[in-house]
């Protein structure tokens, strides 16, 4: 039982170890994209937002310790949600607290799906655009 338990755990550090690399490769993706079409404010914002989500998600230092800043911000981040449910995956689970975390990412991901769906129509062009530029770079 005890082993089954573990080998699930396990399970779940590993899936919470792919969603993250994953997260990292389409912010990578996506800065190449914007390097290409010539957007350089976005990517500079765009790592940013991505160096401010780490240093005040408390991955590296626990945010009571982090300047004021951080912890004023750092509840409107998805990464601080999927720190704890990696904690909570590696480190084992306290009653319902990795499923909470889940469900906050989950909440995450609705608003980007929305918010997605919103500029959708007006981005079409700036998409297009960056199609045309990437398919004469050659890059892909």
């Known amino acids: 039982m005890v082993v089954m338990v573990a080998a699930a755990m396990g ?9 993250m690399v994953m997260v990292l490769v389409l912010v990578v993706i996506l800065v190449v994209v914007m390097m290409v079409a010539g957007a350089v404010r976005i990517v500079a914002f765009v790592v940013v937002i991505m160096v401010v989500q780490i240093a ?45 975390y889940l469900g906050e990412l989950l909440i995450f991901g609705a608003a980007g799906i929305a918010i997605g769906l919103v500029v959708r129509k007006p981005f079409i062009k700036m998409n297009r655009f960056v199609e045309d530029e990437m398919e004469k770079s050659g890059v892909l």
Do not use: H, Q, T
């Not at 779940?12 to 792919?18: E, G, I, M, N, T």
């Open 11 to 19: 399970i779940v550090a590993l899936l919470a170890v792919v969603m």
């Open 56 to 100: 005040g998600s408390s991955g590296s230092y626990p945010i009571e310790i982090l300047p004021d800043i951080f912890s004023k911000i750092y509840l409107f981040f998805p990464f601080p949600y999927a720190i704890n449910a990696m904690r909570e995956a590696i480190f084992g689970m306290y009653r319902w607290d990795y499923l909470i």
